[in-house]
């Protein structure tokens, strides 16, 4: 806590991510500009098409500024609607993961589910 209200350097965990990005694994993209279904459109003017969009919003939750139309999973104040264990799935391909205020391992475990739900959905859309 002292580092982050007395440095604007923060102390980074990387397990690896630095290396893909340099190898070109993990490509970084611009700034999104405008995002329409599977669609994302960049500040560069750039559109990609995307099987699966996933927003990290940061430590404090901001979604109720940018997510509209959605009532069923995120609360006024911005977290989430359900009450564990139930907080991390929304409808239309929708999740939300660290937002039951669960801490890290919290946000693990919403990941995990949010993970093999896709991994459910997907299995069940190329076997039919």
């Known amino acids: 806590m002292y580092l982050k209200e007395h440095s604007?350097?923060?102390?980074?965990?990387?397990?690896?991510?630095?290396k893909m990005i340099k190898s070109g694994h993990?490509?970084?993209?611009?700034a999104i500009k405008h995002i329409e279904g599977d669609d994302?459109?960049?500040?560069?003017?750039?559109?990609?098409?995307?099987?699966?969009?996933?927003l990290a919003t940061g430590y404090r939750s901001t979604v109720k500024r940018w997510l509209k139309g959605d009532d069923c999973l995120i609360d006024e104040a911005?977290?989430?609607?359900?009450?564990?264990?139930?907080?991390?799935k929304g409808r239309n391909g929708l999740y939300c993961?660290?937002?039951?205020?669960?801490?890290?391992?919290?946000?693990?475990?919403?990941a995990l589910k949010i993970a093999d739900d896709i991994a459910d959905d997907?299995?069940?859309?190329?076997?039919?």
């Open 8 to 18: 604007p350097v923060y102390p980074v965990l990387d397990c690896g991510t630095v």
């Open 26 to 30: 993990i490509k970084v993209l611009p």
């Open 40 to 54: 994302v459109t960049f500040s560069d003017g750039r559109t990609q098409h995307f099987d699966a969009i996933v």
């Open 78 to 88: 911005g977290m989430a609607k359900e009450t564990y264990p139930n907080n991390w």
């Open 97 to 110: 993961a660290g937002l039951a205020r669960r801490g890290i391992y919290g946000s693990a475990e919403d």
């Open 122 to 128: 997907h299995h069940k859309h190329t076997t039919q």
